[in-house]
């Protein structure tokens, strides 16, 4: 008897208009991913702030999260995660996880990491006495130890602002990475490894890097090396050629991406998977996300405002608490949860009314609507461009 597919991907409706498409993907054990997504980021196997009770509640219905590889690796690491029999058991979440691969650390640890052909080696960020070294083997032994549903290959990463030979270089490893990745994959029959199209800001790379990997047996793919620094009129032309560049009947997922502009018009150029720690990372600076953008409850004028952070919104800070209590908690640690709470339900919920609007074939006018909120004068020239690529006019 043949064992089912630990991920399943379905497309359910598609705009008529723009690449936006509805799709459901089963991972194993029948865990559903409603697509479009957005992947709130628990590093180390926790949201900051947030229970994964709460995460689970009907208002919030968080259906994936993300993991990080180098971060588990160090605490609470693999033996630890082995005996639990990994992540799910240890953080006692029964629904999807994905974890990176540890290659962003390139970018964001640049300083303590050393990259060649073998792997990325890396001095300890607690204690600089001690290396390791991260190769694309050991980045699958440990995601197959952290035991989530989706893992992603190691990929050379440089920052999108990188020139030169440089870019063509890291996206050629990258190609020989995803076969290493894949050979030392021992969970294949239920986890999935997503390769991840590079080459920077260069079309014709990031063609040749898609050619490549989709030539490889897989079940999904990432577009990688993004949201670094880049132009928002580059990264848009970068992602619209990827989404072409992909197959159809397969999930693409757009790493490190997560402003609600970016989320809307990235599901119209045709990505179905979004991640970023900006919802739980802004809250800890009183930061909560509105459809007009973003509200600094450390500011004065919050002192006596009863409202809540957002009439509309049906989070459980929202139905319980208002702007005047939360500023005046501001430096405690429940502001960061209250607030975290919030942010989180927030992008969720911009997800459910885009996977709506896209069920309707309403989605051109759902993001005329959204974006005269967010921007009732002057649209960003680069919003207007990449939604009028797609036929969406604002």
């Given at each position: 008897?043949?064992?089912?597919?630990?991920?399943?991907?379905?497309?359910?409706?598609?705009?008529?208009?723009?690449?936006?498409?509805?799709?459901?993907?089963?991972?194993?054990?029948?865990?559903?991913?409603?697509?479009?997504?957005?992947?709130?980021?628990?590093?180390?196997?926790?949201?900051?702030?947030i229970?994964?009770?709460?995460?689970?509640q009907?208002?919030?219905?968080?259906?994936?999260?993300?993991?990080?590889?180098?971060?588990?690796?160090?605490?609470?690491?693999?033996?630890?995660?082995?005996?639990?029999?990994?992540?799910?058991?240890?953080?006692?979440?029964?629904?999807?996880?994905?974890?990176?691969?540890?290659?962003?650390?390139?970018?964001?640890?640049?300083?303590?990491?050393?990259?060649?052909?073998?792997?990325?080696?890396?001095?300890?960020?607690?204690?600089?006495?001690?290396?390791?070294?991260?190769?694309?083997?050991?980045?699958?032994?440990?995601?197959?130890?952290?035991?989530?549903?989706i893992?992603?290959?190691?990929?050379?990463?440089?920052?999108?602002?990188?020139?030169?030979?440089?870019?063509?270089?890291a996206?050629?490893?990258?190609?020989?990475?995803?076969?290493?990745?894949?050979?030392?994959?021992?969970?294949?029959?239920?986890?999935?490894?997503?390769?991840?199209?590079?080459?920077?800001?260069?079309?014709?790379?990031r063609?040749?890097?898609?050619?490549?990997?989709?030539?490889?047996?897989?079940?999904?793919?990432?577009?990688?090396?993004?949201?670094?620094?880049e132009?928002?009129?580059?990264?848009?032309?970068?992602?619209?050629?990827?989404t072409?560049?992909?197959?159809?009947?397969?999930?693409?997922?757009?790493?490190?991406?997560?402003?609600?502009?970016?989320?809307?018009v990235?599901?119209?150029?045709?990505?179905?998977?979004?991640?970023?720690?900006?919802?739980?990372?802004?809250?800890?600076?009183?930061?909560?996300?509105?459809?007009?953008?973003?509200?600094?409850?450390?500011?004065?004028?919050?002192?006596?405002?009863?409202?809540?952070?957002?009439?509309?919104?049906?989070?459980?800070?929202?139905?319980?608490?208002?702007?005047?209590?939360?500023?005046?908690?501001?430096?405690?640690?429940?502001?960061?949860?209250?607030?975290?709470?919030?942010?989180?339900?927030?992008?969720?919920?911009?997800?459910?009314?885009?996977?709506?609007?896209?069920?309707?074939?309403?989605?051109?006018?759902?993001?005329?609507?959204?974006?005269?909120?967010?921007?009732?004068?002057?649209?960003?020239?680069?919003?207007?461009?990449?939604?009028?690529?797609?036929?969406?006019?604002l």
């Amino acid at each position: 008897m043949t064992k089912p597919s630990p991920l399943t991907y379905k497309v359910l409706s598609k705009c008529s208009s723009s690449k936006a498409r509805r799709g459901l993907m089963i991972l194993r054990q029948n865990k559903p991913v409603e697509l479009p997504v957005f992947m709130p980021v628990g590093t180390q196997g926790t949201l900051k702030g947030i229970l994964v009770d709460q995460l689970k509640q009907d208002n919030m219905n968080c259906q994936i999260m993300l993991g990080n590889t180098y971060h588990l690796g160090l605490r609470p690491g693999p033996e630890i995660l082995k005996k639990v029999n990994g992540l799910h058991n240890f953080m006692n979440w029964d629904r999807a996880l994905l974890t990176d691969s540890g290659g962003f650390q390139m970018v964001s640890l640049l300083e303590l990491a050393e990259i060649t052909e073998e792997g990325v080696k890396f001095q300890s960020p607690f204690d600089s006495t001690k290396e390791s070294m991260l190769t694309p083997e050991e980045s699958i032994k440990l995601q197959n130890v952290i035991g989530a549903d989706i893992i992603m290959q190691l990929d050379d990463v440089v920052k999108t602002t990188t020139t030169g030979p440089r870019v063509e270089e890291a996206m050629l490893r990258t190609i020989r990475w995803i076969d290493r990745c894949l050979e030392a994959n021992e969970r294949n029959e239920d986890q999935s490894i997503f390769p991840i199209v590079q080459g920077g800001l260069q079309p014709e790379l990031r063609k040749q890097c898609a050619e490549a990997l989709t030539k490889r047996d897989v079940r999904g793919f990432a577009v990688g090396g993004l949201s670094g620094g880049e132009s928002k009129d580059e990264f848009w032309k970068i992602v619209s050629l990827s989404t072409d560049l992909l197959p159809e009947n397969k999930p693409r997922y757009l790493m490190g991406v997560g402003f609600a502009s970016d989320l809307i018009v990235c599901v119209a150029l045709g990505i179905d998977m979004f991640d970023c720690v900006f919802p739980t990372r802004t809250a800890r600076f009183g930061c909560a996300l509105v459809r007009k953008g973003q509200l600094n409850l450390r500011q004065q004028k919050y002192e006596c405002d009863l409202e809540p952070i957002d009439k509309r919104c049906k989070c459980s800070t929202c139905k319980t608490y208002t702007r005047a209590y939360i500023h005046s908690i501001i430096n405690e640690p429940l502001m960061c949860s209250l607030v975290s709470i919030h942010n989180v339900y927030f992008q969720l919920q911009l997800m459910r009314d885009i996977r709506e609007a896209i069920d309707q074939d309403k989605y051109p006018e759902f993001v005329k609507t959204y974006m005269d909120e967010l921007y009732p004068e002057n649209k960003p020239q680069w919003i207007v461009d990449a939604l009028n690529s797609v036929n969406i006019k604002l």
